[in-house]
């Protein structure tokens, strides 16, 4: 009797679609995997604005890919970057020149940020998707109230000490109400010459309220605890430009726009997301069509040709839930429907090989979290029946905490970071306030600085969805 020949399947990224596929696919026999991502290591994303604010180390929210899979050996672990891929000969071409061959390609390359046209801001409004994003905000907000300290101009020592969130969505929120918990205590004592509390932070947003995914009770409670933290909330504000000044918004005033200038050394854009670049490749050699957002639309099995061999999935993917009875809905762009669909992917080759008839994408709604700070959050969990279970406050940042540590891949990440969370919730302090070095480009007012002591409209409503953890 002959053993069956290996099938090749080929997954596009190590995040949580490109994972929770690797896994599903390492149950059916004779297939071999190759992973391949540009980076060498698994990110738990909903935690990420914690290393950028320093509440935890890198490390506690990330996990090296090899050492994820070094237990499954039909699994071959490759950094590198796609280039292209080549549908007709079914190949994936590597930025080093290799052509890998497949069988079946899943594709779960993500997201990353959007500016809505205005690509130059990014130098000046940092997004949040990669532990590198998360390093250059750190070292931003620990440079701003350094440089503060230095400064013996009172307007540009308040410029530094001015903090901007655009977009109110969950990554928006978490971050605008870490940065004034930081202002208000962590760094409390710690200056001389400045007082970290006078630092403003503002979290700027286009639509009518914050967190426009979560039902308007939830919304109106979460904006009242970030105005009990410090957080100055601008509704219905479009930011019209960002440079190393600052940025400018604009507001309604009776029947025109009001604009304001807003002086900020720290900058941080949570504002859109738009799909990984490689989507629009994909879509081009398959002639598959995308979304506003540079996304894919797949059919209903998440496919995205007509051989049915390559799949995509997460971010990447447009993607409907298309439950019995019901018209399809669109899927939110949340790390359990990026699961969800890795599964069904592997799933759906797996009945391609058993000669059945693949199932479309049923997405199931775990719920929506978002923290605002300590003691506050937001819970929205769907219960049967249609009903939903909604609380906010003290007992909301519990539940948030634990689903968060629970879903973190390995033990000692989940000891790490409900120690680093203790020691944070009795002290105030964060121990990741280290920075490697801070900006050597001048800044626009250098010459007030002290020498040591002796001794088109593109703030819109966010679309950043809810991060729940992952299910």
């Not at 071999?32 to 604005?49: E, G, S, V, W």
């Not at 409670?221 to 600052?246: F, M, P, S, W, Y």
């Not at 080759?349 to 979290?369: C, D, V, W």
Request: with cysteine; proline share 7%.
């Amino acid at each position: 009797m002959t053993t069956p020949v290996p099938r090749q399947v080929i997954v596009v990224g190590a995040g949580f679609g490109g994972l929770e596929a690797t896994r599903a696919l390492c149950k059916i026999p004779y297939v071999q995997i190759t992973l391949i991502d540009k980076a060498n290591h698994h990110l738990f994303q909903p935690l990420l604005y914690q290393v950028a604010t320093a509440g935890l180390a890198a490390p506690s929210i990330a996990a090296p890919v090899r050492t994820i899979m070094h237990d499954r050996p039909q699994v071959t672990t490759l950094q590198a970057e796609v280039a292209e891929f080549d549908a007709a000969q079914k190949q994936v071409l590597l930025t080093n020149g290799e052509r890998l061959h497949y069988d079946w390609l899943i594709v779960a390359a993500g997201a990353t940020h959007s500016y809505f046209g205005n690509d130059h801001w990014a130098p000046y409004a940092i997004g949040l998707k990669t532990l590198r994003d998360a390093f250059d905000i750190r070292r931003k907000v620990v440079e701003a109230f350094e440089r503060a300290e230095l400064s013996n101009d009172p307007v540009e020592r308040q410029a530094l000490l001015t903090f901007a969130i655009i977009g109110a969505g969950p990554t928006g929120v978490e971050m605008a109400g870490t940065i004034a918990e930081i202002a208000r205590h962590t760094l409390k004592g710690e200056f001389r010459r400045i007082n970290p509390a006078d630092a403003r932070t503002f979290l700027i947003e286009g639509g009518s309220r914050v967190l426009q995914t979560m039902p308007e009770r939830l919304s109106q409670r979460a904006k009242e605890q970030l105005e009990k933290l410090g957080v100055k909330v601008l509704l219905n504000a479009r930011v019209t430009h960002i440079d190393a000044e600052g940025l400018r918004y604009s507001t309604p005033v009776g029947d025109t726009q009001e604009e304001t200038a807003m002086p900020s050394s720290c900058i941080i854009w949570a504002a859109g997301v738009a799909a990984s670049p490689l989507g629009k490749q994909l879509a081009h050699a398959t002639g598959a069509e995308t979304d506003r957002a540079g996304r894919i639309i797949v059919t209903p099995e998440l496919t995205v040709d007509a051989s049915h061999s390559i799949f995509a999935i997460g971010d990447l993917a447009a993607a409907k839930s298309h439950d019995p009875g019901t018209e399809p809905t669109p899927v939110p762009g949340v790390s359990p429907a990026a699961k969800q669909m890795g599964r069904l992917a592997a799933a759906n080759i797996q009945r391609q090989i058993q000669g059945e008839a693949m199932q479309a994408f049923r997405y199931k709604n775990y719920g929506n979290l978002a923290t605002i700070g300590r003691n506050a959050a937001v819970v929205d969990l769907p219960l049967p029946g249609g009903r939903h279970l909604r609380f906010s406050g003290l007992l909301a940042w519990q539940f948030w905490l634990f689903a968060h540590v629970y879903f973190l891949i390995g033990f000692r990440n989940r000891l790490v970071v409900l120690m680093d969370w203790a020691s944070a919730y009795w002290t105030y302090r964060r121990y990741a306030r280290v920075v490697a070095s801070v900006a050597a480009t001048p800044q626009p007012s250098e010459q007030n600085m002290a020498p040591p002591p002796a001794g088109a409209s593109a703030s819109a409503p966010q679309n950043d969805t809810p991060k729940t953890p992952s299910a």
